[in-house]
């Protein structure tokens, strides 16, 4: 599944740098929700708001469907890459940490994970989103972008 993940990111990025000249981009007002995948599966869903150029926060809030944690709810921050690279739209590509504390069999807990990400846009409103990250209770995931 790994591999996977990984030959669709490297061709998602190929095809992201093969573009030419971009204009600024806005990437606030998006809602993204995910199902992720591997030890720690899981829904989840975040809303950004831009505060620069190129640099995104979100709440963030997140349930797994099994084990011992119930809900997450805490933050991200995402820094979009497509002024750096030159990408066109409808690529997104970027990187970015979430925090958070976690619930479960009473206990409650506080991650931290970094996270890759890239978005293909099929509309102004609707795009494909595939993230994958490491840390405290992260996971890869696929999900979709609601742009407003």
């Known amino acids: 599944m790994k591999n996977i993940f990984t030959l669709l990111f490297a061709a998602g990025l190929f095809l992201a740098l093969s573009g030419t000249a971009q204009a600024?981009?806005?990437?606030?007002?998006?809602?993204?929700?995910?199902?992720?995948f591997g030890?720690?599966?899981?829904i989840s869903a975040n809303y950004e708001f831009q505060v620069a150029n190129s640099l995104t926060v979100s709440p963030e809030a997140r349930v797994w469907f099994s084990g011992d944690n119930n809900l997450a709810l805490g933050g991200r921050a995402d820094y979009y890459f497509d002024s750096l690279f030159g990408l066109n739209e409808p690529w997104d590509i970027w990187a970015g940490v979430d925090a958070g504390f976690i619930t479960g069999d009473g206990d409650d807990d506080f991650s931290i994970n970094a996270h890759i990400g890239v978005?293909?846009?099929?509309?102004?409103?609707?795009?494909?989103i595939a993230e994958f990250g490491g840390g405290?209770?992260?996971?890869?995931?696929?999900?979709?972008?609601?742009?407003?």
């Open 24 to 36: 600024q981009e806005n990437y606030g007002g998006a809602l993204n929700a995910f199902v992720k």
């Open 39 to 42: 030890d720690n599966s899981s």
């Open 119 to 128: 978005e293909y846009k099929i509309s102004d409103f609707i795009g494909i």
């Open 136 to 148: 405290t209770t992260t996971a890869g995931g696929i999900g979709v972008g609601f742009h407003f």
